[in-house]
T-cell receptor, first 114, second 114 residues
């Protein structure tokens, strides 16, 4: 079956612009996670959705970052007034339910802010 | 709070040699532990996971890891390295808490010499 997909695969934007990153989870997966991976680092947690609601957004670095999952499937990560420090690979993962179930990762969106 | 330490950023072995990638964790509650592999320009793929069952866990591609509570370790091993094992490896920890977010180590790059 289809895995987690993310679009676009690459995004180059200018400092100060607004960007949206999309994640399509595996069908039927109720849990969805966003992570950010900076160069030379492991992924860092940003936000977790259970269904339509953001159950934990403690990893969002500031209020320029926001994410939605209006129908409990596709999620969009939104970044306002982008800064060069936002440049990273943004990873999305989904799992059947929370807990010990495997998180399946998408290929990521590489965001470059110039 | 939980954390993962992966000492060293790069390991190089000869083809056919033993692979040993170290991971130590910190967790205030019983952990779930994972090893993920990331090939160039690809998403994270689960190698194996420990979820409080058997302490010796076997994964894909001949890898295995042993959970040692007394040492707070979850080292990854493979008896004989193959050229195709060259990749970046991440150890991660989560708990059976509210969201089961993964906390990753910084990762180790494995090189395999012919």
């Amino acid at each position: 079956g289809a895995g987690v997909s993310q679009t676009p695969s690459n995004k180059v934007t200018e400092k100060g612009k607004y960007v949206e990153l999309r994640c399509d989870p595996i069908s039927g997966h109720t849990a969805l996670y966003w992570y950010r991976q900076s160069l030379g680092q492991g992924p860092e947690f940003l936000i977790y959705f259970q269904g339509t609601g953001a159950a934990d957004d403690s990893g969002l670095p500031n209020d320029r970052f926001f994410a939605v999952r209006p129908e409990g499937s596709v999620s969009t990560l939104k970044i306002q007034r982008t800064e060069r420090g936002d440049s990273a690979v943004y990873l999305c993962a989904s799992s059947l339910v929370r807990g010990a179930y495997e998180q399946y990762f998408g290929p990521g969106t590489r965001l470059t802010v110039t | 709070a939980q954390s993962v330490t992966q000492l060293g950023s790069h390991v190089s072995v000869s083809e056919g040699a033993l692979v040993l990638l170290r991971c130590n964790y910190s967790s205030s509650v019983p952990p779930y532990l994972f090893w993920y592999v990331q090939y160039p320009n690809q998403g994270l793929q689960l190698l194996l996971k420990y979820t409080s069952a058997a302490t010796l866990v076997k994964g894909i591609n001949g890898f295995e890891a042993e959970f040692k509570k007394s040492e707070t370790s979850f080292h990854l091993t493979k008896p004989s390295a193959h050229m195709s094992d060259a990749a970046e490896y991440f150890c991660a920890v989560s708990t059976a808490g509210a969201n089961s977010k993964l906390t990753f180590g910084k990762g180790i790059t494995l090189s395999v010499r012919p």
